[in-house]
């Protein structure tokens, strides 16, 4: 029996096929050729969690994919699993403001971090607050508070979340601008929009979904909202900048992927959520939540957007005197 050798042509020829038969299959796969994750680093069913799970649902149709929640409860255990997920593009976080611009500062240890382990895939939008007074106080406007303010000094009374909150935060920054002093209740949850409808409390500071029924029904009273503009819904509420210029303290809610995650999932995703956030169903549905789509954003100009927002907000905690704990 006599073998042959090959010739060069028919060996190269060889190795072209068997490059293009082995890159086939990742070629027709592309990306997502699996579902794709989203961590939610808040427990389910608050305004976080049911933003995320609008947006994922969407997301899905628009990716072929599903696109799983994964609630996390804790926040920065939720931030430090996306961060030490894979970079393969098969993992993201929704993250609130804190996580990624404010708690760095106000918190000695911080198990991730903000600027190096995560890169800025879309901002989803902008969570405002708004400043209500029970209407037996008699105000009806921020300039008004802030005049018996001066004119009672100390008498008062704030339902605040506490001064490591975005609400207490603004609170804050509220006081010490207006110049008036505040008696500060602590409290969790819903329960200080109860007692400051009942009376116990004068004022409180929250996020719009948890005070705009008690606003329509007239158990309380708008008097400023924390964002740069006036909301649609609610144009006749005036900002607390209109009284207070430079006054602003919205929070937001973003979505980024762990740091060296490849371009095109980032991309796309990006492409996809500024999509999804123009479309009238899904923003209505966001809006009920409290969150407000301010336009579409590149990856680099969310990075940008980020970097702003750190150096902001680290100059109202040094304005502030927040220590960390």
């Given at each position: 029996?006599?073998?042959?050798?090959?010739?060069?042509?028919?060996?190269?020829?060889?190795?072209?096929?068997?490059?293009?038969?082995?890159?086939?299959?990742?070629?027709?796969?592309?990306?997502?050729?699996?579902?794709?994750?989203?961590?939610?680093?808040?427990?389910?069913?608050?305004?976080?969690?049911i933003g995320a799970r609008v947006v994922c649902e969407r997301l899905a149709q628009m990716l072929g994919q599903p696109v799983l929640v994964e609630n996390r409860g804790d926040g920065s255990l939720g931030a430090q699993a996306a961060a030490r997920a894979a970079?393969?593009?098969?993992?993201?976080?929704?993250?609130?403001?804190?996580?990624?611009?404010?708690?760095?500062?106000?918190?000695?240890?911080?198990?991730?971090?903000?600027?190096?382990?995560?890169?800025?895939?879309?901002?989803?939008?902008?969570?405002?607050?708004?400043?209500?007074?029970?209407?037996?106080?008699?105000?009806?406007?921020?300039?008004?508070?802030?005049?018996?303010?001066?004119?009672?000094?100390?008498?008062?009374?704030?339902?605040?979340?506490?001064?490591?909150?975005?609400?207490?935060?603004?609170v804050e920054m509220f006081r010490i601008r207006a110049g008036i002093s505040l008696q500060q209740v602590p409290y969790k949850g819903?329960?200080?929009?109860?007692?400051?409808?009942?009376?116990?409390?004068?004022?409180?500071?929250?996020?719009?979904?948890?005070?705009?029924?008690?606003?329509?029904?007239?158990?309380?009273?708008?008097?400023?909202?924390?964002?740069?503009?006036?909301?649609?819904?609610?144009?006749?509420?005036?900002?607390?900048?209109?009284?207070?210029?430079?006054?602003?303290?919205?929070?937001?809610?973003?979505?980024?992927?762990?740091?060296?995650?490849?371009?095109?999932?980032?991309?796309?995703?990006?492409?996809?959520?500024?999509?999804?956030?123009?479309?009238?169903?899904?923003?209505?549905?966001?809006?009920?939540?409290?969150?407000?789509?301010?336009?579409?954003?590149?990856?680099?100009?969310?990075?940008?957007?980020?970097?702003?927002?750190?150096?902001?907000?680290?100059?109202?905690?040094?304005?502030?005197?927040?220590?960390?704990?």
């Amino acid at each position: 029996m006599i073998f042959r050798t090959p010739s060069r042509r028919r060996i190269a020829a060889l190795l072209v096929l068997l490059a293009c038969t082995a890159a086939a299959p990742a070629a027709a796969q592309g990306w997502p050729a699996r579902p794709v994750k989203m961590i939610v680093p808040q427990a389910a069913g608050g305004a976080t969690d049911i933003g995320a799970r609008v947006v994922c649902e969407r997301l899905a149709q628009m990716l072929g994919q599903p696109v799983l929640v994964e609630n996390r409860g804790d926040g920065s255990l939720g931030a430090q699993a996306a961060a030490r997920a894979a970079p393969d593009g098969y993992t993201y976080l929704f993250a609130p403001a804190p996580l990624l611009a404010i708690d760095q500062y106000i918190m000695k240890i911080v198990p991730y971090s903000a600027e190096d382990d995560f890169a800025g895939v879309a901002l989803v939008g902008m969570v405002p607050l708004a400043l209500v007074a029970n209407p037996d106080l008699n105000v009806k406007t921020l300039a008004d508070l802030i005049k018996l303010g001066k004119a009672e000094p100390g008498k008062l009374a704030l339902a605040s979340s506490g001064p490591r909150t975005l609400p207490g935060i603004l609170v804050e920054m509220f006081r010490i601008r207006a110049g008036i002093s505040l008696q500060q209740v602590p409290y969790k949850g819903a329960q200080g929009v109860a007692d400051t409808i009942a009376g116990r409390t004068h004022v409180t500071v929250q996020e719009i979904p948890q005070i705009a029924s008690a606003v329509q029904r007239g158990e309380l009273r708008a008097l400023a909202v924390s964002s740069s503009k006036r909301l649609p819904e609610l144009s006749g509420l005036p900002t607390f900048a209109e009284t207070l210029p430079g006054l602003e303290a919205s929070g937001w809610l973003a979505v980024v992927a762990p740091s060296r995650t490849p371009q095109e999932p980032i991309r796309r995703m990006n492409l996809e959520i500024n999509r999804l956030l123009s479309d009238s169903d899904v923003s209505q549905r966001l809006h009920a939540l409290g969150i407000y789509s301010e336009g579409s954003r590149g990856p680099d100009q969310v990075d940008a957007f980020f970097g702003e927002e750190r150096e902001r907000w680290s100059a109202i905690v040094r304005e502030l005197r927040i220590d960390p704990e």
